[in-house]
T-cell receptor, first 112, second 112 residues
Framework: DTGVSQNPRHKITKRGQNVTFRCDPI?????LYWYRQTLGQGPEFLTY????????KSRLLSDRFSAERPKGSFSTLEIQRTEQGDSAMYLC??????????FGPGTRLTVT | GDSVTQMEGPVTLSEEAFLTINCTYT??????LFWYVQYPGEGLQLLLK?????DKGSNKGFEATYRKETTSFHLEKGSVQVSDSAVYFC???????????FGGGTRVLVKP
């Protein structure tokens, strides 16, 4: 088990473009979370899945954001029509429904 | 809503000094409390946790006690090392498997 992985690690895009990030959780973990972390701040919750069902979405997740977890395995987070305010580190975490969430290394998005 | 407040950093101290990072929370119920650590260039790692009042979490020489009466979960270490230089995040969650609410983080720099 190699832990939670995220790809890409870095993404630079121009404003208005669409981007998609991928998260591969620890294999036996049924819950998967997305958080966003801006510079100097703590992570903020975006959404989470139990298996393939998306159970909660933060109001931070505007209509331009969509997340999926087909077949309850990996997850993708897509941002459409990116804005400069979307620049942040996007973190993925997974858990087997106990308290400890295991975090991936994150995807750093820069919107120019 | 629920929130977590941490002392602002950076905290700079010498090796073998005593470290305290204050954390207080606002919550409507009785959450579980956590400290996560983020070393330079790495993902978030769980440092310690406490799931009910008066519990003490400990790991790697760090300790924190869940104080319901003061809604606090201060992190302490008696003798820090250079390798403890990192950003520390206090967080809460209401039930196993739910989303984490983080504080803003405290950067700690330990000088030799």
């Amino acid at each position: 088990d190699t832990g939670v992985s995220q790809n890409p690690r870095h993404k630079i895009t121009k404003r208005g473009q669409n981007v998609t990030f991928r998260c591969d959780p620890i294999s036996e973990h049924n819950r998967l979370y997305w958080y966003r972390q801006t510079l100097g701040q703590g992570p903020e919750f975006l959404t989470y899945f139990q298996n393939e069902a998306q159970l909660e979405k933060s109001r931070l997740l505007s209509d331009r954001f969509s997340a999926e977890r087909p077949k309850g395995s990996f997850s993708t987070l897509e941002i459409q029509r990116t804005e400069q305010g979307d620049s942040a580190m996007y973190l993925c975490a997974s858990t087997a429904s106990n308290y400890e969430q295991y975090f991936g290394p994150g995807t750093r998005l820069t919107v120019t | 809503g629920d929130s977590v407040t941490q002392m602002e950093g950076p905290v700079t101290l010498s090796e073998e000094a005593f470290l305290t990072i204050n954390c207080t929370y606002t919550a409507t119920g009785y959450p579980s409390l956590f400290w996560y650590v983020q070393y330079p260039g790495e993902g978030l790692q769980l440092l310690l946790k406490a799931t009910k009042a008066d519990d003490k979490g400990s790991n790697k020489g760090f300790e924190a006690t869940y104080r319901k009466e003061t809604t606090s979960f201060h992190l302490e270490k008696g003798s820090v090392q250079v390798s403890d230089s990192a950003v520390y995040f206090c967080a809460l969650v209401y039930a196993a498997g739910n989303k984490l609410t983080f504080g803003g983080g405290t950067r700690v720099l330990v000088k030799p």
